[in-house]
């Protein structure tokens, strides 16, 4: 998987070996199947990273240990971003951003899925980093300077050498 190092810079290709090491532990609070890692700044610019979860818990916090976890796998991901429509006395409904007449045209968000393997943790999934929100021309994936942004002292990505074992 090659990822732009940063806007003006060079594609970079996410070798065998790469990981993703949690600096702190990370909870996943009750009913939910993710935590945002990402700073308020990096926020602030566009880009989020969220650690993703298989199984949610209604009742509990879930908690993802400090370490380092590999990366199994990098996907391309597109969200389609939805908004809820609520009007009044109306039932609670959900609706593609330019389904209707809405008159805004599709909002998207570029990024990626980094697969984790879950042998220290059944539970873990995945890293997903995403970039802006924007209509589809305006908008691209996160850099990898971006994801670093991103996760700030909470977490690092780990580039992994080429002849590793994946």
């Not at 650690?51 to 370490?67: F, S, T």
């Not at 976890?69 to 009044?88: D, H, K, M, W």
């Amino acid at each position: 998987m090659l990822v732009r190092e940063s806007v003006p810079g060079d594609w970079v290709e996410i070798p065998p070996g790469s990981a993703i090491r949690l600096n702190r532990p990370v909870e996943i609070p009750p009913g939910r199947a993710r935590a945002f890692v990402s700073t308020a700044t990096a926020l602030a610019g566009g880009t989020s990273c969220a650690l993703e979860v298989r199984r949610i818990d209604h009742e509990g916090v879930q908690l993802v240990a400090a370490g380092t976890y590999r990366i199994t796998r990098i996907q391309n991901y597109l969200a389609l971003v939805s908004r809820v429509e609520e009007a009044p006395g109306a039932t609670l409904g959900f609706q593609l951003a330019s389904y209707g007449d809405s008159g805004g045209g599709q909002m998207v968000r570029f990024g990626y899925h980094f697969w984790l393997n879950d042998g220290q943790d059944p539970n873990l999934m995945r890293l997903t980093c995403l970039g802006r929100h924007d209509e589809p021309a305006s908008t691209r994936p996160p850099t990898l300077a971006e994801i670093r942004a991103t996760l700030g002292e909470r977490a690092t990505l780990e580039l992994g050498d080429f002849g590793a074992e994946s």
